[in-house]
């Protein structure tokens, strides 16, 4: 957990293009807005729950009154037990008056974590981000267990109503994927993970590719890039430490298929986070 907290705005919601490396989690209590992802322009209203997971690029907008409760989280997707980057949600789910509580009780335990300030530009870079990691993990075990007990009860209404991002009917194929998600950082071989799945490589591949839409490789590197943001985003690693911690010892290698994924390099990329620190 990186923030939590309860805003009140007077049309002054209003950014555009943000794209973070962490969940949103919204509760409205007063007042509407609209959170545009893609073509689809959402309108958030009172008694409802919203989820914008990480790296979603969506823009914010109100005109009046908008009243929410936050809380924003950051999922290392390096690890099985990763738990929001395996479904695809649902953006609005009714909420319950056991929601409104939850949240209620998830400030009052963590008052501190409450944003300064709203605007994305001075909360979602790397220094911010680096910060309110690095202080929720010196918090003691117990304190975090309390608030992440009441987190998985939110995130477990919309995984009730979430599907599977990697729905396939193959057990061989689910332990293979299993085995990647478990460890991005290790050095996997496609021909490796055949034989532990008991199937030829070509087999392998072309029933990964039927089941996943990707091919095997295609689909490691997707989880690696992604740790790389993450890292990139919320680590204080230099981009050679990241490389190497994927399993890349080929520096040059690494950024062309990060720029590859992203579109930048990974010095740019970090440097946009970097950015608007100063604004």
């Known amino acids: 957990m990186l ?8 049309a002054d919601w209003n950014f555009k293009d943000i794209v973070s490396p962490f969940t949103r989690i919204y ?3 007063e007042g509407s807005a609209t959170v545009t992802i893609g073509d689809a322009e959402h309108r958030l209203s009172p008694g409802n729950m ?3 997971p990480a790296f979603t690029r969506h823009s914010d907008a109100c005109d009046a009154l908008f009243c929410h409760y936050y809380v924003h989280i950051y999922e290392n997707v390096s690890g099985a037990d990763n738990l929001i980057d395996r479904y695809n949600f649902p953006f609005e789910l009714p909420g319950e008056p056991l929601d409104l509580t939850l949240f209620e009780a998830l400030c009052r335990h963590n008052s501190s974590m409450a944003l300064k300030a709203a605007d994305p530009r001075i909360y979602d870079n790397k220094t911010s981000l680096i910060d309110c990691v690095r202080l929720n993990r010196q918090r003691p075990v117990w304190d975090r267990l309390e608030s992440m007990g009441i987190i998985y009860q939110l995130l477990g209404r919309f995984v009730k109503e979430a599907t599977p991002k990697y729905d396939t009917k193959d057990s ?3 332990e293979a994927v299993f085995r990647i998600n478990s ?3 290790a050095a996997i071989r496609i021909d490796g993970l055949a034989r532990e799945v008991c199937m030829t490589t070509d087999h392998f591949i072309r ?3 039927k089941e996943m839409g990707c091919t095997p490789a295609q689909f490691i590197i997707d989880r690696r890039m992604m740790q790389a943001m993450l890292m990139l985003s919320a680590e204080p690693l230099m981009t050679k430490e990241v490389a190497y911690a994927l ?5 040059s290698y690494f950024s062309r298929l990060f720029k590859r994924h992203t579109g930048m390099t990974p010095r740019a990329y970090r440097e946009s986070f970097n950015a ?3 604004k």
């Open 50 to 52: 919203y989820i914008i």
């Open 276 to 278: 608007t620190e100063s």
């Open 247 to 251: 399993g890349y010892d080929n520096l």
């Open 207 to 209: 029933l990964f590719k």
């Open 172 to 174: 061989r194929i689910r």
């Open 27 to 29: 509760y409205v209590t």
């Open 183 to 185: 460890d991005s950082s």
């Open 3 to 10: 923030n939590v907290g309860h805003a009140v705005h007077e």
